[in-house]
């Protein structure tokens, strides 16, 4: 069985730990880490098999375990990405925004390859993945539409310079047009939608992005168009929020437990 690490035992932290507790995961959840000891604290004292609390990531990265999942933020990833490749770890990345920065992409791509290491990033909060990576050499362009209650939005850093009141919203606004990109910069917590989107298929800066604030909708919706040489294809998935946080879908965490599953399971790959 594969030894598992975690940084970061928020929501999905959380559900993740809990896959693996469970037997759904077919591995040891061996180390823990979170900036807040007092989340690291509750999540151990939920599990049947206690894993070990360490001080730092430092000691997380250093322990004796074979994959760590990244379930903190983007400064977890670009603060310690590297570090975890370095001390033969594989790494798998739910804050994958963070990878829409060229230098941090080419920091951690240069670490898989120096480290003989391997890199994983979950689908998500979408789906339709395997024909975006099978059409990516196609793809002339991609449009991504997102729409969230005004609620599951609040906190972002657009906020801090935009005029816009979330609590002053009555119908459905588009608060938001750009590029991936800068989309994942200015909502880090919402829109990891538009970045492995944009690293499967055309890159972040030619992956269009909309921002709907929606007091109506009770659901994480992601449209998505892409259209080139291939031909065409349209999704729209309409995402149940996690109860115990609503800018986190309940796919993404479902996502995050297939992945791991597969990494850890049988010889049997389905999908492209």
């Given at each position: 069985m594969k030894r598992i690490g975690l940084l970061g035992c928020g929501a999905i932290g959380k559900e993740i730990a809990l896959a693996i507790d469970s037997g759904k995961i077919p591995a040891q959840l061996t180390h823990i880490y979170d900036f807040s000891k007092t989340a690291s604290t509750t999540l151990a004292n939920k599990l049947q098999n206690k894993p070990q609390i360490t001080d730092n990531v430092s000691l997380l990265a250093a322990a004796p375990v074979d994959l760590i999942v990244e379930a903190a933020s983007q400064d977890a990833v670009r603060d310690n990405a590297l570090s975890i490749l370095q001390n033969r770890k594989d790494l798998m990345i739910m804050s994958v925004g963070a990878l829409l920065d060229e230098s941090i992409f080419e920091i951690i791509l240069d670490g898989c390859r120096d480290f003989n290491k391997?890199?994983?990033?979950?689908?998500?909060?979408?789906?339709?993945?395997?024909?975006?990576?099978?059409?990516?050499?196609?793809?002339?362009?991609?449009?991504?539409?997102?729409?969230?209650?005004?609620?599951?939005?609040?906190?972002?850093?657009?906020?801090?310079?935009?005029?816009?009141?979330?609590?002053?919203?009555?119908?459905?606004?588009?608060?938001?047009?750009?590029?991936?990109?800068?989309?994942?910069?200015?909502?880090?917590?919402?829109?990891?939608?538009?970045?492995?989107?944009?690293?499967?298929?055309?890159?972040?800066?030619?992956?269009?992005?909309?921002?709907?604030?929606?007091?109506?909708?009770?659901?994480?919706?992601?449209?998505?168009?892409?259209?080139?040489?291939?031909?065409?294809?349209?999704?729209?998935?309409?995402?149940?929020?996690?109860?115990?946080?609503?800018?986190?879908?309940?796919?993404?965490?479902?996502?995050?437990?297939?992945?791991?599953?597969?990494?850890?399971?049988?010889?049997?790959?389905?999908?492209?």
């Open positions: 391997h890199v994983y990033l979950p689908s998500g909060a979408i789906i339709g993945l395997d024909g975006m990576r099978s059409a990516k050499d196609e793809i002339e362009s991609a449009v991504l539409v997102t729409t969230k209650n005004p609620k599951a939005l609040k906190g972002a850093k657009f906020f801090e310079t935009s005029k816009i009141d979330l609590d002053t919203i009555e119908k459905a606004t588009t608060i938001y047009e750009g590029s991936a990109q800068e989309a994942v910069t200015l909502f880090p917590a919402n829109i990891n939608v538009a970045a492995i989107l944009s690293l499967a298929g055309i890159g972040g800066k030619k992956t269009s992005v909309k921002i709907i604030a929606d007091p109506s909708t009770d659901k994480n919706i992601h449209e998505i168009q892409a259209e080139g040489k291939f031909g065409r294809f349209s999704i729209k998935v309409e995402n149940v929020p996690s109860p115990s946080n609503p800018k986190t879908s309940r796919l993404a965490i479902l996502s995050a437990i297939e992945c791991l599953r597969k990494i850890c399971g049988g010889n049997i790959q389905i999908g492209t």
